[in-house]
């Protein structure tokens, strides 16, 4: 299956919006498969500033077909990277931030429940430039910049149910939890929410927000 996405608006460590391409490759599900399957999932990103991420990740899910909602379990693991470029007028190089993930996930005709957690790997922290920050008496007051990867965990809740008169329109909502932290002090602790209604087959139109300590 392939997909494609667009994003706009502030996100948890993300100032600007997004389009995203997709391809899930798997078996297709029917009663044939009974001892679980493998799957791939890749994603590339590419946000309005021009800066690149990617997804590359994979896993293996088992249908209990014998649950009311054919329930299928997983398990799935990747590796993440974000290209972060200084802010204008800053001078120094570029740097990719890489990490590495873990999921485990329950997903059904009625609700999913999804955890993550991940895990930095290689370079964490860029140091560049000087920014003045105030005076004390005569003396100039500056301050170091840089950009720091987080590494942490997050999990989801959600449900589907019909929108509509006649039910006429797919929804689903969703809520959940995160806690992002870093090896000098900085963290993020917050929850968010999600609704997306499926209009026609094949398209969906969502809203998401959320409140932490950090990046709100």
């Avoid at 997709?22 to 493998?38: H, K, M, N």
């Avoid at 994979?58 to 009311?68: E, H, L, Q, V, Y």
């Avoid at 920014?131 to 990867?149: I, K, S, W």
């Amino acid at each position: 299956n392939a997909m494609t996405r667009t994003t706009q608006g502030d996100g948890i460590g993300n100032n600007n919006g997004y389009s995203t391409v997709g391809l899930l490759l798997g078996t297709p599900l029917d009663r044939s498969i009974s001892s679980g399957f493998f799957f791939m999932d890749l994603r590339g990103h590419i946000e309005n500033n021009g800066n690149i991420a990617y997804n590359l990740g994979g896993g293996w899910r088992m249908i209990d077909w014998g649950a009311s909602d054919k329930g299928v379990y997983g398990i799935h693991a990747g590796f993440d990277g974000r290209r972060y470029e200084c802010q204008a007028a800053r001078t120094c190089k570029e740097i990719t931030f890489n990490w590495f993930n873990l999921g485990l996930e329950r997903l059904g005709d009625r609700f999913d429940v999804r955890g993550n957690a991940y895990f930095n790997a290689g370079k964490k922290r860029r140091e560049y430039g000087l920014t003045a920050v105030g005076f004390e008496g005569n003396d100039l007051l500056v301050a170091r910049n840089y950009a720091e990867a987080f590494w942490g965990f997050d999990g989801e809740v959600g449900g589907r149910f019909a929108l509509g008169s006649d039910g006429g329109f797919k929804a689903y909502a969703a809520l959940g939890g995160y806690h992002f932290d870093s090896y000098h002090g900085k963290y993020a602790t917050g929850g968010r929410a999600r609704l997306e209604i499926e209009p026609v087959s094949f398209v969906s139109l969502g809203v998401n927000g959320s409140i932490d300590s950090r990046f709100d």
